[in-house]
């Protein structure tokens, strides 16, 4: 039985290597994207809501499928309103998870961060803990949470921090843990969607563990 899917943040990097999977996927008959601009990929696919992703909520009778697909995040770079930020990082995705609890969703997949910890003293990682924290409060039966390390790959926007992480990640590989390796956004891609179709027996996924679903 073909499957719908929802995507948040299909205009990232992540995101939008996931709807190129899911296009091709004969698993997915409908893919629902709900963002603030156009991914500009036309495909009978595709049902496309341009929305204001902070008032999600009130989208309620448009969300509806099998799977939720969540890869919001921004940096502080681009987002240094800390207001602003926390909205997007822990408030777009806990509003989608609410949604799922409320429709029925069945499967709600996010990625957050690796350190991710609601008690942590460092912003990113607190934000990203409480979400996670949050989201599993929904109790959606099928919640999986993706907790990558740093992320490669040539985004859009400039992030000249994570540019230069990535540099030096990619000097220093050999001594990195492979818990603490770099990931590739097209393997997180690949991992989300082999757990939408198969499932996975833990709720927090860590970034080895991405790999390791991906190359499974």
């Keep these: 039985m073909s ?15 996931l709807l190129e999977k899911l296009i091709k996927d004969s698993a997915f008959s409908k893919i629902k994207l ?5 991914v500009g990929t036309q ?3 595709i049902e496309e809501h341009l929305i204001n992703l902070f008032q999600l909520k009130n989208h309620a009778d448009q969300f509806n499928g099998d799977v939720v697909f969540c890869c919001i995040g921004t940096t502080k770079a681009n987002t240094p309103d800390k207001a602003t930020y926390k909205k997007i990082d822990y408030g777009i995705p806990v509003a989608a998870a609410k949604l799922c609890n409320k429709n029925g969703i069945e499967t709600f997949i996010v990625i957050s961060a690796m350190g991710a910890d609601a008690e942590s003293r460092i912003s ?3 934000i ?7 989201v599993l409060k929904q109790d959606i ?3 999986f949470i993706l907790q990558p390390s740093l992320i490669g790959g040539k985004r859009a926007e400039k992030r000249p921090g994570e540019k230069i992480a990535q540099f030096f990640a990619r000097i220093f590989d050999f001594l990195i843990p492979k818990k603490y390796k770099i990931i590739n956004p097209e393997t997180i891609a690949l991992a989300m969607r082999k757990i939408a179709k198969k499932g996975y027996d833990e709720s927090i ?3 080895d563990k991405i790999k390791e679903i991906a190359n499974a």
Excluded at 3 to 17: E, P, Y
Excluded at 34 to 38: D, E, G, I, L, W
Excluded at 128 to 134: A, D, I, L, S, T
């Design 3 to 17: 499957k719908t899917a929802i995507i948040l943040g299909a205009t990232g990097l992540t995101g939008g290597i």
């Design 34 to 38: 709900f963002s603030r601009t156009s």
């Design 43 to 45: 495909n009978s696919k």
């Design 124 to 126: 990113y990682n607190k």
């Design 128 to 134: 990203k803990g409480e979400m996670e924290r949050e």
């Design 141 to 143: 039966k099928n919640t």
């Design 205 to 207: 996924i860590t970034s």
